[in-house]
């Protein structure tokens, strides 16, 4: 007589094969983009580092020099434009990042995933820590840093088309939303770790701040190179099922009457019958045709917008006006990506049970707008309305961001009209991610240049990018809403992976 088998052990044996493969694809791809974001949080964390207001530091007594203003400050961020010096140092990286992600996508769809995130891994990891050694080597150039960051901002580009396709490739349309909504809280976790890293070494070594992210990240490349397994296939395992029979408006080819655009797609099928897979990667032209890519590339472009110029310049903002120590502003500034996980994994579930994508990201940047005006004005009145305000500002900011760059990215990567090409994520992701770059690039540096004239004018920036961002899903809401009320067919609910 068998005795009855240990929990843990039941639970263990109740996965099959391909769960756990899916399962370990999954931990690893967000482990992987964990360390990307981790290691490009601590220049906003330095920031308030690099300038301080000196009269409140208390001077070594063996130092003697004249300037009491900037005697703490590192040069050359100790003059009255470091503010446009730190832009400077953001739109390196920023736009370095937005250029390469364009020609990144087309990389990924013909190099192996497994060698191209090892090795932008591995150079991401030597670029931030030589950020950080321009402090034990006392450098004081600002070309120095400007050009470690632009050199960081193209390796960085190898991230995110490769680890989203390597997710589409294991997991079906099912819950898609779901799970990269759950899954995409990679994004915050990093720059959650990223700020708390980087503060503890701040006050003391600036230097570490980077160095310590930058060998985070070569050491996931390694990991990498040994465990990870691009397409099911290579294993083994069954392949997921990308479309099913009632296909969603939004997903529709654009030659069925109901699609989102009325005229035919270059790259439209004849018949989604006896489709078969296609070994030839998708162009550039070819994957702005497919409906919806132009449009939440663009939508993007603004909301990403948004997203960047809190990540770079909301330590800064905690200490200029809350009065908060670097390591103080810094942790606070964390909640705002707290906030972010929720707002990520509450848009990938109502965006999968109502089947409105476009809709789901409408209306929370529709809410962030006045919740955004709503922080600057009452958001450092309390330690509590701090609190409060940032997570919710989190969550809806970084809600449409994260649904956008996961979901929508993969759905679209998958499209029916691509009849089964599986070649086409990763440049359809760096389409879109590539777009929403440029917005990231924008953000910091109008920030930079807007704030000197005060933090007002930075936040009706901030809420006019909202708004524009919205007013390019309009049309995909349009016709969203046209399926809810019957005038085409719409599937609602969960469907399975």
Sequence with gaps: MRSSLAPGIHLITSFSRDSWYRSFTLFLTFLFYTAYHLSRKPISIVKSELHRNCSTVIRPVDLNITDNATWCDWAPFDQDNYKTLFGALDNSFLVAYAIGMFFSGIFGERLPLRYYLSIGMLLSGLFTCLFGLGYYWNIHSIWYYAFIQAMNGLVQTTGWPAVVACVGNWFGKGKRGFIMGVWNSHTSVGNILGSLIAGVFVSSAWGMSFIVPGLIIASTGILCFFFL????????????????????PLLRSSSTSEGIFNSPSPISAE???????????????????????????????????????????LPLYISNVAHFEAKEAGDMSTLFDVGGILGGITAGLVSDYSGGRATTCCVMLLAAAPMLFLYNLIG?????????????????????YALITTAVSADLGTHESLRGNSRALSTVTAIIDGTGSVGAALGPLLAGLISPSGWNNVFYMLISADLLACLFLSRLVYKEVQGWCGHAPRTRGFKEI
């Excluded at 030839?280 to 132009?294: D, E, N």
């Design 229 to 248: 397994v691009e397409k099911p296939e290579d294993v083994n395992c069954t392949s997921p099922q990308h479309h099913s029979a009632e296909q969603e």
């Design 271 to 313: 018949s989604s019958e006896g489709a078969e897979d296609h070994t030839q990667a998708i162009s550039f032209y070819g994957a702005l045709t497919i409906p919806g890519v132009i449009e939440f590339s663009l939508c993007l472009l603004f909301a990403k917008l948004v997203s960047y110029t809190f990540l770079y310049w």
């Design 380 to 400: 450092q009145r309390s330690l509590g309305t701090t609190v409060g305000m940032l997570l919710v500002c989190g969550g809806l900011v970084n809600g449409p």
